[in-house]
C-alpha cells in the first residue's frame, strides 16, 4: 500500500431512519421500567396504597422520574399517543406502543397536511409508508397509534449519539435530520480495522434499540449515499462509482423536483446520471446538483463540519473493565495529565483551556472543562484544578455502571515563554497569585472572579471595567490608574453601588447647593461637611441627550458617616414638565467612604 492510499480520507456515515419513534419507545420502555420499580416499592411498603393511586398517572407518557442522566436524550415532554380507534387506558397505550404488532408512527404537519414522518417494523408490514398522509394511514391500519413530532427532542437524541460516537474520533459532524458523519481516517486500526469498527458502532446502536445504517467510504457524499439503500457496506477510496452506480437517484438526497425531472428523463440510476456529460446535466438540473454528483462519484468532497473544534491535544485511556471508584479515576486524570503535559513539553507549549470526558458504558457522556490564567506545564496543577472543579460540581460526577473511556484534551495551548525566576522576585508573585485565581474560577467559575480595568471615560459607573481575571490578570497590574493626591482625602468612593440608591431630601440649597438633610434606607442623615459640587455632564452623543446633568457632593452626618451623592438634573434648565414649570430634583447616593 502506497504512502498516499494510507493517508486517504475515510468517512463513515450512520443514518438512523427512525430515530423519532425509536426514541419514542425507548422512552416508553424506560417509563414502564420506572413505574414497575415504584410498584413494587409500594406494594412492599403499603399495599393500600396502590388503591389510592390512579393508574393513568402511571401510565402518562413523560411524567414521573428524573431525566438528567438518562443516555441518548429522553425528554420528559412527550405527548399522549393518539389511538387509532376506541379508548383505553394509559397503560395498554404504553404497551402498545412496544409491541410487535401494534403499528406506531410519527405524524408531522407539512403545508397543513399531517404526514407520517417516521414508521415502526409493523407499520411497514401494514403497508403503511413514510410521506402518506394520516387519515390514508388511518384507514389502511385502524389500531394505529400515533405520536407527534419532537424536533427539539430528536436533535437533542441525535447530538446525545453523536457524544457517544466521540469515543472513536474527535471528528464527529451531523447530517441532519438523523444521520452522523464519522472521520476515522487513520484511526480505524485502533479498534481492529474498518470492518470492526463499523460492526462495533452499529451494534451498539442496535442494542439501544435504534434502528441504523452504515456505510464507510472515501467521500461523505458516497458514505451517505450508501447508507440510503444498503447497510454494512465499505467502499475502496476511489471505488464510489462503481459503488453508488445502481443505487437510485433518490438516495443522492436531492430535491425532489430535481429527482422527478431525472426519473422523467428516463435516468433511474446514479449510474445512468453519470453516463451523460456533466455540462448536459448542469444545463438541466443545476451546477449544484452536478457537484452533489461528482462528490458522491468520489471526485472531490466537500468539507464536513465538526461539532468541536478539534484539541491541540488529546490522550486517552480505554479500560477493559469499567471502573467506578472515585480513586481510580483520578489515578488516571493524574496520568493522563503526565501524558499530556510530556505531549506538549516536546513544543514549548503549556495548556490555557483543558476538558476532562468521562464515557460511561450506557451511552452517556460527561465532560468537565477548567481554564487556566496561564499555560499550565505541571501535571499537579492539572491534577488540583480538576479535583477543584470535581468537589465543587452541583451534579456530582454519576458514573453509573462505569466508565470505559477516559480522555483528557488541551483545547487550547499556548508557547510557553521562559522568565527569569532566579532574582526577580516578582515573577513568583504573579504566579502564585495566577495559580490562586485558577484554583478559585474552577470552584466557583471563572466569571465570577475578576479584575478591574479603567476606561476612559468621566461618567463614574463607566470609568471601570470589570472582566475576568484569568485572561487579564497582566492587564491589570500594568493599568495606570488616576493617582491619589497626598496628603488629600479620596475624591470619590473606592466601590461604588452597582445602581445608585434614590434618597429623600426635604429640602436644599438653590440653585446649586447641597441638602441640609437626607433619608436613606428609612434612616435620618443630618448633614454637618460638605464638599463639592463637581459636576459631571452625560454622554449627550450615547445617550440621545436624554440624560441630565448630575452634581455630586460628598457629605459627612453627625454621625461620621460619609456618602457620596449626586442630584440628577440641573434647576430650571433641565427639570421642567412639557408645560415649561420647575420640577422638584431628585437625588441619590451613590457609594459610601470608609
Same mark, same amino acid.
Given at each position: ?10 468517512? @463513515? ?39 389510592? /393511586? ?39 397505550? @404504553? ?64 447530538? =446525545? ?93 436531492? =430535491? ?10 428516463? @435516468? ?24 452533489? /454528483? ?90 488540583? @484544578? ?42 513568583? =508573585? ?63 468612593? /473606592? ?81 421642567? =414638565? ?17
Amino acid at each position: 500500500m502506497s504512502a498516499n492510499s494510507v493517508n486517504r480520507r475515510r468517512i @463513515l456515515s450512520l443514518w438512523l431512519p427512525r430515530l423519532p419513534i425509536d426514541r419514542i419507545k425507548r422512552k416508553l420502555a424506560q417509563d414502564i421500567a420506572s413505574q414497575a420499580d415504584a410498584r413494587d416499592h409500594v406494594s412492599q411498603n403499603d399495599t393500600r396504597a396502590v388503591v389510592g /393511586l390512579s393508574p393513568p398517572l402511571w401510565g402518562r407518557v413523560g411524567e414521573g422520574g428524573s431525566h438528567e442522566h438518562r443516555p441518548w436524550g429522553s425528554p420528559p415532554s412527550l405527548a399522549l399517543p393518539r389511538k387509532g380507534g376506541g379508548n383505553r387506558s394509559a397503560d395498554a397505550s @404504553l404497551t402498545n406502543g412496544l409491541g410487535s404488532n401494534a403499528p406506531s408512527v410519527v405524524v408531522a404537519k407539512d403545508h397543513n397536511a399531517i404526514l407520517l414522518q417516521a414508521i415502526d417494523d409493523a407499520a411497514v408490514r401494514a403497508g403503511l409508508s413514510i410521506g402518506l398522509p394520516l387519515a390514508n394511514a388511518r384507514a389502511i391500519c385502524p389500531e394505529l397509534t400515533v405520536y407527534d413530532a419532537d424536533p427539539a427532542a430528536d436533535l437533542k437524541t441525535l447530538n =446525545d449519539i453523536a457524544d457517544w460516537c466521540d469515543r472513536f474520533t474527535p471528528l464527529v459532524a451531523l447530517d441532519p435530520p438523523y444521520g452522523l458523519f464519522l472521520d476515522i481516517t487513520g484511526c480505524a486500526h485502533l479498534f481492529g480495522g474498518e470492518r470492526t469498527l463499523l460492526q462495533i458502532v452499529t451494534n451498539a446502536l442496535s442494542r439501544r434499540g435504534f434502528a441504523v445504517s452504515a456505510a464507510i467510504a472515501g467521500t461523505s457524499i458516497a458514505a451517505r449515499t450508501l447508507t440510503r439503500y444498503t447497510s454494512g457496506q465499505i467502499v475502496a477510496s476511489g471505488a464510489e462509482a462503481e459503488a453508488v452506480g445502481p443505487l437510485p437517484v433518490s438516495a443522492l438526497g436531492a =430535491d425532489g423536483a430535481v429527482t422527478t425531472g431525472l426519473r422523467r428523463a428516463g @435516468l433511474k440510476t446514479i449510474g445512468d446520471v453519470a453516463s451523460r456529460a456533466p455540462h448536459e446535466i448542469s444545463a438541466r438540473f443545476g451546477a449544484a446538483f452536478t457537484t452533489l /454528483l461528482g462528490h458522491a462519484l468520489g471526485q472531490g468532497d466537500a468539507p464536513i463540519s465538526p461539532r468541536k473544534p478539534l484539541p491541540d491535544y488529546i490522550v486517552e485511556k480505554r479500560f477493559p473493565e469499567p471502573v467506578v471508584t472515585d480513586t481510580v479515576i483520578a489515578l488516571t486524570l493524574q496520568s493522563l495529565a503526565k501524558m499530556l503535559v510530556t505531549a506538549m513539553d516536546k513544543q514549548g507549549k503549556g495548556a490555557r483551556q483543558l476538558e476532562a470526558s468521562f464515557f460511561r458504558t450506557d451511552g452517556a457522556v460527561r465532560a468537565i472543562m477548567v481554564e487556566t490564567g496561564r499555560p499550565v506545564t505541571r501535571p499537579e496543577m492539572i491534577d488540583r @484544578l480538576f479535583c477543584e472543579r470535581l468537589d465543587a460540581l452541583n451534579d456530582p460526577l454519576d458514573p453509573g455502571f462505569g466508565f470505559d473511556l477516559i480522555r483528557l484534551a488541551a483545547g487550547r495551548t499556548e508557547i510557553v515563554v521562559q522568565q527569569q525566576r532566579d532574582l526577580d522576585t516578582t515573577v513568583h =508573585d504573579n504566579d502564585e497569585v495566577s495559580a490562586l485565581i485558577d484554583r478559585i474560577a474552577a470552584r466557583i467559575g471563572g466569571k465570577r472572579v475578576v479584575v478591574h480595568l479603567p476606561l476612559e471615560s468621566h461618567i463614574p459607573e463607566r470609568s471601570a471595567l470589570a472582566l475576568p481575571a484569568q485572561h487579564h490578570l497582566a492587564a491589570a497590574s500594568a493599568a495606570a490608574w488616576p493617582e491619589r493626591a497626598v496628603g488629600e482625602p479620596p475624591l470619590r468612593p /473606592l466601590r461604588l453601588f452597582e445602581r445608585p440608591e434614590p434618597i429623600k431630601v426635604p429640602f436644599a440649597s438653590v440653585p446649586d447647593g447641597p441638602p441640609h438633610q437626607f433619608t436613606w434606607r428609612r434612616a435620618q442623615h443630618d448633614v454637618v461637611r460638605v464638599e463639592g459640587p463637581e459636576r459631571i455632564a452625560m454622554e449627550w452623543w450615547k445617550q440621545d441627550g436624554m440624560s441630565l446633568t448630575r452634581d455630586y457632593f460628598r457629605v459627612e452626618d453627625a454621625e461620621g458617616q460619609r456618602f457620596w451623592i449626586f442630584r440628577d438634573g440641573l434647576y430650571e434648565s433641565e427639570l421642567r =414638565d412639557d408645560k415649561g414649570k420647575p420640577l422638584p430634583a431628585t437625588w441619590y447616593v451613590h457609594g459610601l467612604f470608609a
